[in-house]
T-cell receptor, first 108, second 112 residues
Framework: RKEVEQDPGPFNVPEGATVAFNCTYSNSASQSFFWYRQDCRKEPKLLMSVYSSGNEDGRFTAQLNRASQYISLLIRDSKLSDSATYLCVVIPGNQFYFGTGTSLTVIP | NAGVTQTPKFQVLKTGQSMTLQCAQDMNHEYMSWYRQDPGMGLRLIHYSVGAGITDQGEVPNGYNVSRSTTEDFPLRLLSAAPSQTSVYFC???????????FGPGTRLTVL
């Protein structure tokens, strides 16, 4: 069973829309969770951490549901510049486990 | 700071050839890792190092060797390239016991 499962999409949404991605993880002992953003043919970059209490950074909200073992990312008021692949990351020990990524395209 | 640098950016090899992908970081990070990224597979950990002289295997280590003689450098060696090693390779570094990982720009490798 994969450590991390993520819906690959693609998600095509109009500007201004709200879109949500989910990611499930298999190791209940996982302690740290993140969302990374990867632009086409570029390296992944940290978008935000995910905490049990949830956290918000501008138009982005990340949440963790330990009982159901999933993390989510909500993007409000989508901008063209949000078009990218979003990778969830789970750290059950000392290693990072990446999801396969969800592709988002924001359409004018 | 240059951050994490990787060379070369692109490489084409023939089956059976060997080569070394270079990775360097100037942030004095103890922890360095090599990943490969394939379509539909996400990033998979090849090898990692928690400090100079210490390396360990990740999820997909077969066909690759690493060494860590200095804090700054973490080269990845392909011993005998195979078409299955065609991929994008990312090097990353972080401070141990922190969770923010910094990636290099990647090396796009094709093995014919």
């Amino acid at each position: 069973r994969k450590e991390v499962e993520q819906d690959p999409g693609p998600f095509n949404v109009p500007e201004g829309a709200t879109v949500a991605f989910n990611c499930t993880y298999s190791n209940s002992a996982s302690q740290s969770f993140f969302w990374y953003r990867q632009d086409c043919r570029k390296e992944p970059k940290l978008l935000m951490s995910v905490y049990s209490s949830g956290n918000e950074d501008g138009r982005f909200t990340a949440q963790l549901n330990r009982a159901s073992q999933y993390i989510s990312l909500l993007i409000r008021d989508s901008k063209l510049s949000d078009s990218a692949t979003y990778l969830c990351v789970v750290i059950p020990g000392n290693q990072f486990y990446f999801g396969t990524g969800t592709s988002l395209t924001v359409i004018p | 700071n240059a951050g994490v640098t990787q060379t070369p950016k692109f490489q084409v090899l023939k089956t059976g050839q060997s080569m070394t992908l270079q990775c360097a970081q100037d942030m004095n990070h103890e922890y360095m890792s090599w990943y490969r990224q394939d379509p539909g597979m996400g990033l998979r950990l090849i090898h990692y190092s928690v400090g100079a002289g210490i390396t360990d295997q990740g999820e997909v280590p077969n066909g690759y060797n690493v060494s860590r003689s200095t804090t700054e450098d973490f080269p990845l060696r392909l011993l005998s390239a195979a078409p299955s090693q065609t991929s994008v390779y990312f090097c990353a570094s972080r401070v141990e016991n922190t969770d923010t990982q910094y990636f290099g720009p990647g090396t796009r490798l094709t093995v014919l």
